[in-house]
């Protein structure tokens, strides 16, 4: 969606690896999350962040870090990738309630762990 | 422990008439509903929301309401169009805090011509 994009798109990569995905916004928005989404589970929250350098723990944020250094960008890393990683992972930007409109999610980026 | 639960994980309906996707919740907590609609290889994008203090919003064929005593929602599309055809999902947060959403497990709904 114009606005938030993430990178790379698909990534295979080995166990073991570290991996790190990229979402980037132009909106200035001060709130930044990760999810993930699994069949049967919808989508999960892994981090979220509600300023530069302030962040926190999602519901599923175990093998997983993030970092906001600043704005525009939330940069979420897996720390040594593992099977269970294998996901589809959003990026979502929020301005806060007033808009009334909720997030506005990024494209994806589909990993697979091999 | 599911906060937010989609029950019917499809949902097949012919076009023209009326779908129905249902949720619940179990956090007394939450304030604020919203719908998403997703299609394959793309993110989730906002379709319609209400706040605890309304039990119905619409917005144009679609129309969501609250049964907050029951801690219940539902999305009524109508007429239901082919376009309609994506996952659906339900979404609840608190106002209050870092405004962080809780999502349901999703329904696939599929319009058959």
């Known amino acids: 969606d114009a606005g938030i994009t993430q990178s790379p798109r698909h990534k295979v990569t080995e166990t073991g690896t570290p991996v790190t995905l990229r979402c980037h916004q132009t909106?200035?928005?001060?709130?930044m999350y990760w999810y993930r989404q699994d069949p049967g589970h919808g989508l999960r929250l892994i981090h979220y962040s509600y300023g530069v350098k302030d962040t926190d723990k999602g519901e599923v944020s175990d093998g997983y870090s993030v970092s906001r250094s600043k704005t525009e960008d939330f940069l979420l890393t897996l720390e040594s990738a593992t099977s269970s990683q294998t996901s589809v992972y959003f990026c979502?930007?929020?301005?806060?309630?007033?808009?009334?409109?909720?997030?506005?999610f990024g494209s994806g980026t589909r990993l697979t762990v091999v | 422990d599911q906060q937010v639960k989609q029950n019917s994980p499809s949902l097949s309906v012919q076009e023209g008439r009326i779908s129905i996707l249902n949720c619940d919740y179990t956090n007394s907590m939450f304030d604020y509903f919203l719908w998403y609609k997703k299609y394959p290889a793309e993110g989730p994008t906002f379709l319609i929301s209400i706040s605890s203090i309304k039990d119905k919003n619409e917005d144009g064929r679609f129309t969501v309401f609250l049964n907050k005593s029951a801690k219940h929602l539902s999305l009524h599309i109508v007429p239901s169009q082919p376009g309609d055809s994506a996952v659906y999902f339900c979404?609840?947060?608190?106002?209050?805090?870092?405004?962080?959403?809780?999502f349901g497990q999703g329904t696939r709904l599929t319009i058959n011509p």
């Open positions: 909106e200035n928005h001060r709130y």
């Open positions: 979404a609840a947060s608190s106002i209050q805090g870092a405004q962080k959403l809780v």
């Open positions: 979502a930007i929020s301005g806060g309630w007033g808009s009334s409109y909720g997030y506005t």
